[in-house]
């Protein structure tokens, strides 16, 4: 072979392997070497998504399965003879009258093979009662839906006896699951079927019938919050808010405004800080559930503290001497008694006495007006009893009556004669106090006399003497008010004492004007 052929031939022969290796070894074995990350990512993407359908797949079997125990049979007349049994139980339950209870025919549905059938209520009762059917029958546990209820009044909105009963009709569609490839073969023995299936949780149902919406309509009570107008405290003492609220349906909400420096904005009472002086607005605004709101205005003013007086030190005062020891009321006045009142006239003097008895020593004593009596001074004797002062204060004492039981006179209403006697007593001795002079002031000391000037050779004298001066005598504060004298008496002369005379003394006359 000639050196020309041996070229062409090894040049067609590197063509060739060219060819095979980009054509067959490249794609074969280098560049899968080259792109192993790329694939194992995708692969893992198809394998997240596998993964995804058979949990779906898994998650709808055990619905299906959940479902097929809750219809509890594949047969559409089993499961429609124990829907009608709990409807006519919980009719029963709920009081209900005049019920019907209707079934339908059944209907398949030959594409997805369903069994529905629809079943019709109607009763008659209160609207408590009907709320708390439709509540049990909305929680059957039966893949069930409740249609629409139809509620109007049996007494027409006229009082009587139907006035607060209603009239019910509501629909209940029923779907019975038949069985499925996906799902499986599934055994209805070995489910466990529910006897309830809760669709509304935390539904106060007792809102509806209090309403009473077939009663007399009563316009609510507008919503009204108040508060304190004005809080002054000083500062750092306790302060509290006083919010009250009114009126409105009852479901309340609080807020002050601003919130800043109190303990709780949403409670009536919160408490402020008072740390630092100012004063400030705060406002309560009230909403109740039906949406009606409120507001009141507060004004707190935190003051300085008052700077403490200053306390001013008085000497003690000087105690006063104790009051004379007195006269003590007779320790024995229980068995003592007014026997009798003895009224004689001794010539121009009066004796009028009491006679007392001691039950206990059987002895008889005799006091007269002015005597020391039961720890006090016997100022009047009268037939029914007498009246004694004892210290400022006057008593009376009955005929026949024991000494401890003495009655004061300004209470003495079952005795007018001693209870006018001791108060004009009382008013003649209060009037001679008055007018008795005042303590004589002691005598200034005199000048020396002096001689008095000379005109024309002799002597002036001019002596006066003090006018005289009659001295009356002191009455006796303890006598007892003369009683009136009798047409056949003749008053008594009153004797007075002759006056006294005191000293003359020179004193220098007076200019005449």
């Not at 069994?115 to 009662?129: Q, R, Y």
């Not at 100022?379 to 029914?384: G, M, P």
């Not at 002079?437 to 001689?451: F, L, Y």
């Amino acid at each position: 072979m000639d050196r020309r052929t041996k070229i062409l031939v090894s040049a067609f022969a590197v063509l060739v392997g060219a060819g095979l290796v980009r054509g067959v070894v490249y794609p074969t074995w280098i560049q899968p070497l080259l792109t192993i990350d790329e694939r194992i990512v995708e692969r893992q993407k198809v394998l997240d998504v596998l993964e995804a359908q058979e949990s779906a797949v898994q998650q709808a079997r055990h619905e299906y399965k959940a479902l097929v125990a809750r219809v509890g049979s594949f047969d559409v007349s089993k499961v429609e003879t124990e829907v009608r049994d709990r409807l006519n139980h919980l009719i029963e339950r709920h009081h209900l009258q005049d019920a019907a209870v209707s079934p339908s025919r059944p209907v398949e549905d030959r594409k997805t093979g369903l069994w529905s059938t629809s079943i019709s209520v109607s009763a008659t009762g209160t609207l408590e009662s009907t709320i708390t059917f439709l509540k049990d029958l909305a929680e059957l546990p039966y893949v069930a839906r409740v249609g629409n209820p139809v509620l109007s009044p049996v007494g027409g909105g006229r009082k009587g006896p139907k006035q607060d009963l209603l009239s019910l009709r509501v629909p209940v569609d029923l779907l019975v699951l038949p069985q499925n490839r996906v799902a499986g073969s599934i055994q209805v023995a070995e489910l466990t079927h529910p006897d309830t299936y809760i669709r509304h949780q935390g539904r106060e149902y007792a809102q509806i019938w209090n309403r009473k919406p077939f009663s007399e309509y009563v316009p609510p009570i507008p919503l009204r919050a108040t508060v304190a107008r004005t809080v002054n405290v000083e500062k750092g003492q306790p302060a509290t808010l006083e919010g009250a609220v009114s009126g409105g349906d009852g479901e309340y909400t609080i807020r002050w405004s601003p919130s800043e420096g109190l303990s709780d904005p949403t409670s009536l009472r919160p408490t402020v800080d008072t740390s630092k002086a100012e004063t400030k607005t705060y406002t309560l605004t009230v909403t109740d559930g039906s949406g009606g709101t409120s507001e009141a205005v507060a004004m707190v003013t935190v003051r300085e503290p008052r700077p403490e007086p200053v306390a001013v030190v008085k000497p003690p005062e000087p105690v006063p001497p104790p009051p004379p020891p007195g006269p003590k009321r007779w320790p024995d006045g229980r068995n003592m008694t007014i026997a009798m009142a003895l009224l004689r006239t001794l010539g121009p003097e009066r004796l009028d006495e009491f006679m007392v008895y001691n039950k206990q020593s059987k002895q008889t004593n005799y006091y007269k007006v002015g005597d020391e009596f039961d720890g006090g001074e016997l100022v009047f004797v009268h037939q029914r009893g007498g009246v004694v002062r004892r210290n400022e204060d006057y008593y009376v004492y009955p005929i026949g009556a024991s000494l401890d039981q003495p009655v004061e006179a300004k209470a003495a209403d079952d005795y007018p004669e001693l209870k006018s006697a001791a108060d004009k007593i009382r008013e003649i001795r209060e009037a001679r106090q008055k007018a008795m002079p005042a303590p004589p002031a002691a005598p200034e000391a005199q000048p020396p006399p002096t001689e008095a000037p000379v005109e024309s050779g002799r002597k002036i004298e001019d002596a006066k003497t003090e006018p005289e001066l009659e001295v009356k005598p002191a009455e006796d504060a303890n006598a007892k008010p003369a009683e009136p004298a009798s047409a056949d008496e003749k008053p008594a002369e009153s004797k007075t004492a002759k006056p006294k005379r005191r000293p003359s003394r020179p004193v220098t006359p007076k200019k005449q004007p």
